[in-house]
C-alpha cells in the first residue's frame, strides 16, 4: 500500500458515500444513470469473486465486500425505493456496445485462460468505460446537480491516483499490470472533459452546464 | 495455483 493508492480507494469510498448522500437526502435518483450503476456492479462481483479463495488484507477484504454491497444498494435505491424519480427515458446509451467488446478484449488479454482470470480482466475493462451511459446522459441533459458532479468527480479522481501508485509500483517492487493500467489511463481519459467544466465551474461556485 | 500477477489492488 501507497499513499497514491490509498488516496485512490479512499476518493472511491467517498464517491459511493456521496451518491448514496444524494439519492437519500434529495430522496431522488435524478441524474443518475442506471445502466452506469449496472455496470458498476457486474464489475464489483466479476472482479471480487477471489473473495471466496484468495486473502490479501482485512482492508482489501472490507474494501471488496464495500464496493459489491454498496454497489447493490445503490441499485436498490434506484430500482426500487425512489424508483419513480429514475427516469429510463434519458439513459438511453447501448450497454451492449460496452459489454460485447470488453468480454472479446477480456478473451484476448488475460494473464491466465482461466473463469476467474478472464473475468477479472473483464471487470477491468468494463469499468473503464462503465462511466459511459452517466457522461452521455451528462451530455444529452446538459447540466447536473452540483452534489451529482462531486459524486463523479471523486470517482473520477480515484483511477487517476492509481496512475502514481502503478508508476511508484514500477520503481519500488517492479511489478507492472498493463491490462489494469492502460484501462486505467483510458478511464482516467474520459474524465477530462467533465474535470475542466468541474475546475473551471463548478469549484468556482457556478452551476454545472454545458455549453449549448 | 498462484495468479501471474498480483491482485492486490481494488
Redesign the interface.
Known sequence: MNLF?LFG?MS?LASILILVHKIQTTRSCRGISFKTQALYVTVFVSRYL?LFY?W??LY?FF??VF?ISSSCYILYLMKMKFRPTNDPSIDTFRIEYLLGPCAILALIFH??FTVT?VL?SFSIFLESVAILPQLFMLQRTGEAETITTHYLAALGAYRAF?IP?WIYRYWTED?V?PI?VTSGIVQTALYLDFFYVYFTKVLQGQKFELPA | EG????????
Do not use: G, T
Open positions: 493508492r480507494d472511491h477471489d484468495d490479501v488484507s482489501n474494501m471488496k464496493f494473464y491466465k482470470e477479472w492509481y501508485n511489478i499490470d489494469a | 495468479n501471474p500477477v498480483k491482485h492486490d489492488e481494488l
